[in-house]
């Protein structure tokens, strides 16, 4: 990937890329594997880990993980976190056995302000297909969903649908939904509904963000 050090390239390289984004395509079903992506920070020891999960999406049994660890090599910037998160995310990922045949990003997809957050941008590099789940709505407006499991509501920028805000357990603050590169939104939010049966967040994403962390501070504490 092309790695920019001021944020005038960054967002120059998100621009390029922004054509090449489809966010359309087919569910996923029985048999599939799904990556969950997540990555932690230390900016006090110059490090950053990135782990990556992969589930079986029928029984929600994990197949195999992996971790990478490397430098912070992009100062934190709202709307340029993948130049952060995006080197260690895809050792992580290479360092897999399987090909996941969907990656769930701990973060946004077209529901970005150039239309490529991480989720997008790690899926125009690898050409795997790939969503955004993330814990809060970026900047984008949206009407609080129904309280039942399942209920959503469109995730706005102006009248432009971008995403989700996806209710994946009863009366549980939802989660935000957003393509990334050859799935569709629909489709999407079926997968995160499908792997959130117990809890808030995906078992992809509460498993990768659990492994980074643990990594992190196996990592620092050395």
Avoid: N
Avoid at 4 to 19: F, S, Y
């Amino acid at each position: 990937m092309t790695r920019p050090t001021a944020e005038a390239d960054a967002v120059a390289e998100q621009e390029r890329l922004r054509p090449l984004v489809d966010p359309t395509g087919p569910g996923i079903g029985d048999g599939a594997l799904v990556a969950g992506v997540d990555v932690a920070y230390d900016d006090e020891h110059d490090v950053v880990v990135a782990a990556a999960v992969l589930v079986d999406f029928t029984s929600q049994e994990t197949v195999e993980e992996a971790t990478a660890t490397g430098p912070v090599s992009f100062p934190y910037v709202p709307g340029l976190l993948a130049f952060r998160e995006l080197p260690p995310a895809l050792d992580a990922l290479a360092a897999l056995r399987h090909r996941p045949d969907l990656v769930l990003c701990d973060g946004y997809g077209v529901a970005h302000p150039r239309r490529l957050g991480l989720a997008s941008h790690l899926g125009v590099l690898t050409g795997l297909r790939t969503a955004g789940v993330a814990k809060s709505p970026f900047v984008y407006a949206h009407a609080e969903p129904g309280p039942d499991r399942g209920d959503w509501s469109p995730l706005l920028d102006g009248t432009e649908v971008v995403g989700r805000a996806l209710r994946t357990q009863p009366k549980v603050k939802p989660v935000f939904v957003s393509a990334g590169h050859r799935i569709g939104l629909a489709e999407a939010s079926d997968a995160v509904l499908a792997l959130a049966r117990k809890y808030r967040q995906p078992e992809t994403t509460r498993r990768a963000d659990a492994l980074c962390r643990r990594a992190l501070k196996e990592r620092v504490g050395s």
